[in-house]
């Protein structure tokens, strides 16, 4: 039982490459979400999902693109990364059937150059 | 605005010392209430959840958190600190609306913990 996990760990890019990032659970989770972490202030939500198929704009969506064709597999794509994207970006599951606890994965440090 | 703050952007005390750290919170209702550690390089682990009833809340690793609906806080405990709890922490909320389809946390902007041997 892995849990969730996030490909790849580390990733540079020039300013105008694109990439996605993969993020995989395990747990039969209906929702999964896609945070960034930047110094002071905390996580903020980029996409999430609540199901196969579904996806909805977080907090900060912008510059960013998502894709959930399996349960499992939550994708984040950059078409054109700016360094404003340079962070570190979490993917997360959770049960819609209680507890209320986000399991999050490793992390995936972008630096955008 | 809503919100959730963590006063504290970093708190050094020395091991077995006792360790408070605050969370504060501006909704009109109360919100579901998490906090989250994370260890260097890792993800985040939830330590501990309040959604209603007893104020005082038992978690893992030994840490407590208090609500106080007066206070708009949820402050974070632990007794007697470990070397080992060196880590950043983070106070989120499941805010009190209606339309959370996605039940989607709101997070503060974390406080480092850093501990003297």
């Known amino acids: 039982n892995a849990g969730v996990t996030q490909t790849p760990k580390f990733r540079v890019l020039k300013t105008g490459q694109s990439m996605t990032l993969l993020c995989a659970q395990d747990?039969?989770?209906?929702?999964m979400y896609w945070y960034r972490q930047d110094p002071g202030m905390g996580l903020r939500l980029i996409h999430y999902?609540?199901?196969?198929?579904?996806?909805a704009k977080g907090e900060v969506p912008d510059g960013y693109n998502v894709s959930r064709l399996k349960k499992q597999n939550f994708l984040l794509g950059l078409e054109s990364a700016a360094p404003s994207q340079t962070s570190v970006y979490f993917c997360?599951?959770?049960?819609?059937?209680?507890?209320?606890?986000?399991?999050f994965g490793p992390g995936t440090r972008l630096t955008v150059t | 605005a809503q919100s959730v703050t963590q006063p504290d952007i970093h708190i050094t005390v020395s091991e077995g010392a006792s360790l408070e750290l605050r969370c504060n919170y501006s909704?009109?209702?109360?919100?579901?209430l998490f906090w989250y550690v994370q260890s260097p390089g890792q993800g985040l682990q939830l330590l501990l959840k309040?959604?209603?009833?007893?104020?005082l809340v038992q978690g893992i690793k030994g840490f407590e958190a208090e609500f106080k609906r007066s206070q708009s806080s949820f402050n974070l405990r632990k007794p007697s600190v470990h070397w080992s709890d060196a880590a950043e922490y983070f106070c989120?909320?499941?805010?009190?609306?209606?339309?959370?389809?996605?039940?989607?946390?709101?997070f503060g902007g974390g406080t480092r913990l850093m501990v003297k041997p």
């Open positions: 997360a599951s959770m049960s819609k059937r209680g507890a209320w606890e986000q399991y």
């Open positions: 747990m039969n989770h209906e929702y």
């Open positions: 999902s609540v199901g196969e198929g579904t996806t």
């Open positions: 909704y009109g209702a109360t919100p579901y």
């Open positions: 309040y959604f209603s009833g007893d104020t």
């Open positions: 989120a909320v499941v805010p009190p609306m209606g339309n959370n389809a996605g039940n989607m946390l709101t």
